[in-house]
């Protein structure tokens, strides 16, 4: 088994919603604010490649969004999916299977694309398996008002059109199965229901791809809970008990929104479970 990060584009989110009730001069300490109260936002996926079949989990937002829609998220850097895909060697026809955490639109977005006359859409990966689970799916084709703007149909829907749509069931794994991959999936439901956090095992180290349970590193503290959550009361409790056999268990963490530090580890201590190691992809890997 190969990993490799996938760099699918940089964007800034405001910061107090990042953080919801947490007061500014506390979460800018680890993440801090330009004049607009942006904070530097990533969107890092990963790519497992394992005998056969070359894997993504997540995709970024995409490309096919018009401009009013990207002003908002001030893009910043030089990347991009299908470059970061190149750069280490592949092509998106390629990747065998698409595991999305959820159906917001910066970790789907990338998995449909304009086809060639833009009269359209189309995967973006043709050869691909799309893997969510049927009670997310529900949630995200039927969206509450809270998170109608992050579920685009244009994003979501035209994965069911493919035929390419697959629903992973609880609490077996057939994509585990079907990739012959020691590959756990915790489901949480604070953030938005049904979100899935692969567990990789990599040489004998357990890789938690983190997805919007731990966005950067700085949401650590209990308290800091992201203003987008739909159940903030569900995800304290959920954070809790996942960090507790983090910190226990030596988990490495893989941050998909923490556009400074890739991979962490976390340790107890009497203030709670907190900061331990911060590692780059290649020290993790090796």
């Not at 983190?210 to 800091?224: I, V």
């Amino acid at each position: 088994m190969q990993l490799f990060p996938i760099e699918a584009g940089n964007f800034k989110l405001d910061g107090g919603a990042m953080f919801g009730v947490v007061p500014k001069s506390l979460w800018t300490r680890t993440n801090p604010a330009d004049q607009n109260n942006m904070i530097d936002i990533a969107a890092r996926c990963l790519l497992i490649e394992n005998g056969n079949r070359l894997t993504l989990i997540d995709t970024g937002m995409g490309n096919k969004q018009d401009e009013k829609f990207f002003g908002y998220y001030y893009q910043w850097g030089d990347f991009n999916l299908e470059s970061s895909l190149k750069n280490k060697g592949f092509h998106p026809n390629d990747v065998t299977d698409v595991f999305l955490t959820h159906l917001h639109f910066d970790h789907c977005g990338g998995a449909i694309q304009w086809n060639k006359d833009r009269t359209g859409y189309e995967p973006t990966f043709k050869n691909a398996n799309y893997w969510s689970n049927k009670d997310h799916w529900k949630w995200a084709t039927e969206p509450n008002r809270r998170e109608v703007a992050s579920f685009l149909k244009e994003n979501i829907l035209p994965i069911q059109e493919s035929g390419q749509l697959k629903f992973i069931e609880q609490p077996s794994s057939d994509f585990a199965k079907a990739n012959e991959m020691d590959f756990g999936i915790l489901f949480v439901d604070g953030h938005t229901d049904k979100q899935m956090l692969p567990h990789i095992n990599y040489k004998g180290k357990t890789l938690v791809f983190m997805a919007d349970l731990l966005p950067t590193a700085g949401h650590l503290p209990l308290p800091f809970v992201m203003g987008y959550d739909t159940r903030p009361l569900l995800t304290l409790p959920e954070k809790e008990k996942f960090l507790k056999q983090a910190a226990d268990n030596n988990y490495y963490l893989f941050l998909e929104h923490d556009a400074h530090n890739p991979i962490i580890t976390v340790k107890n201590t009497d203030k709670g479970v907190r900061l331990d190691k911060t590692l780059s992809f290649n020290e993790f890997i090796n």
